[in-house]
C-alpha cells in the first residue's frame, strides 16, 4: 500500500466514524425525545384511573367512567335518627361497593385518594348549609393499629379542603371496642356502639358534619350525634361516601364496616 492509498484510507475511516456517531447521537436523542413526550402527555392528559383511557381536564376518571357511577339522587338520602339531614356521593353498588372493600382490606390508599376526590364531587352540590367543622368518624385504637389508616378520615379530606373547613381528628375518640357492625343486626348494632365516643374536649362549633364511609343502619352516626347533642351541638349533617339502596347478594356478604 502506497503513501497516497493510506492516506485516503484512514481520511475514509475518520469521516466514517463520525458519521457514525452522528447517527448515534441522532437516534439516542430521538429516543429521549420520545420518551420526554410521553412522560409530557402522561403529565398533562393523565389517564383513568378506571379504565386506562385519557381523563377529563382536572377530574380522575374519562367521561364513560364518570357516567357508569352509581351517582346518589337527593330522594335516596334519607333521614339518620339524631341528624338534621344527611347526604351520600353513591349508591353502595358497584364499582363503588368493590371499590371500598379493596381499599379497607387491600389497604389500596392510590385507590382512596381517588374515590375521596369524587365523593366529594357527589356531595358539594347537595350541601345547602355550610357546616363549620367535618368529624370522620374515629376508629378505636386497636382497629387502627391494624389497618393502618382510617377510611372515613381519608374520604373525608378532599371535602374539607374544597369548603376550607377543619377536620376534627382528636376532638372525639372511640373508646369502645366494638363488634364489626357487618356480623349484627339492626337492633344489635344500636347497643353495640351504645357510648362507643367519647368527647375529648369541649366543641367551638354549632354546625357539623358527620362522616362515614358507608351509611348502612345509620347506629354508629346516632350514637355519635347524641354525644354531640348532649354537648352542645345544635346543627347535625351525616355525610357519606356510599349508602346501600338495593344491594346485591355479594355486597350483603360483605359489607362495609
Known amino acids: ?4 492509498t493510506g492516506n485516503l484510507r484512514r481520511t ?11 447517527i448515534t447521537t441522532r437516534t439516542t436523542n430521538a429516543l ?4 420526554l413526550r410521553r412522560i409530557t402527555h402522561h403529565l398533562l392528559q393523565p389517564d383513568c384511573a378506571f379504565c386506562g383511557e385519557p381523563r377529563l381536564p382536572d377530574y380522575p376518571l374519562c367521561q364513560a367512567c364518570h357516567d357508569d357511577l352509581p351517582w346518589l339522587a337527593a330522594h335516596h338520602n334519607h333521614a339518620i335518627p339524631g341528624c338534621d339531614n344527611s347526604i351520600s356521593a353513591f349508591a353502595y353498588q358497584t364499582p363503588i361497593s368493590s371499590l371500598l372493600l379493596s381499599i379497607k382490606f ?3 390508599l392510590r385507590d382512596l385518594t381517588t374515590l375521596g376526590e369524587l365523593t366529594a364531587v357527589g356531595i358539594l352540590p347537595q350541601i345547602s348549609q355550610l357546616p363549620q367543622a367535618i368529624l370522620p368518624v374515629p376508629l378505636h385504637p386497636q382497629r387502627l393499629h391494624e389497618r393502618g389508616f382510617n377510611q372515613a378520615l381519608e374520604l373525608a379530606r378532599p371535602l374539607a379542603k374544597q369548603l376550607g373547613i377543619p377536620l376534627l381528628t382528636r376532638t ?13 343486626d339492626s337492633t344489635q348494632r344500636q347497643q353495640n356502639v351504645l357510648q362507643a365516643f367519647h ?3 369541649p366543641l367551638p362549633y354549632t354546625r357539623i358534619a358527620l362522616f362515614d ?10 350514637s355519635l350525634a347524641q354525644l354531640l347533642r348532649a354537648n352542645g351541638v345544635q346543627h347535625l349533617e351525616a355525610w357519606s361516601c356510599a349508602r346501600p339502596i338495593q344491594r346485591q347478594k355479594h355486597e350483603f356478604d360483605r359489607q362495609i364496616d
Do not use: Y
Open 1 to 4: 500500500m502506497d503513501r497516497r
Open 12 to 22: 475514509f475511516l475518520r469521516h466514517g466514524q463520525r458519521f457514525s456517531a452522528r
Open 32 to 35: 429521549m425525545l420520545t420518551r
Open 106 to 108: 387491600g389497604k389500596r
Open 172 to 184: 372525639v375518640v372511640r373508646q369502645k371496642a366494638t363488634l364489626r357492625q357487618t356480623e349484627l
Open 199 to 201: 368527647l375529648n374536649a
Open 213 to 222: 364511609d358507608v351509611i348502612t343502619t345509620g347506629a354508629t352516626l346516632h
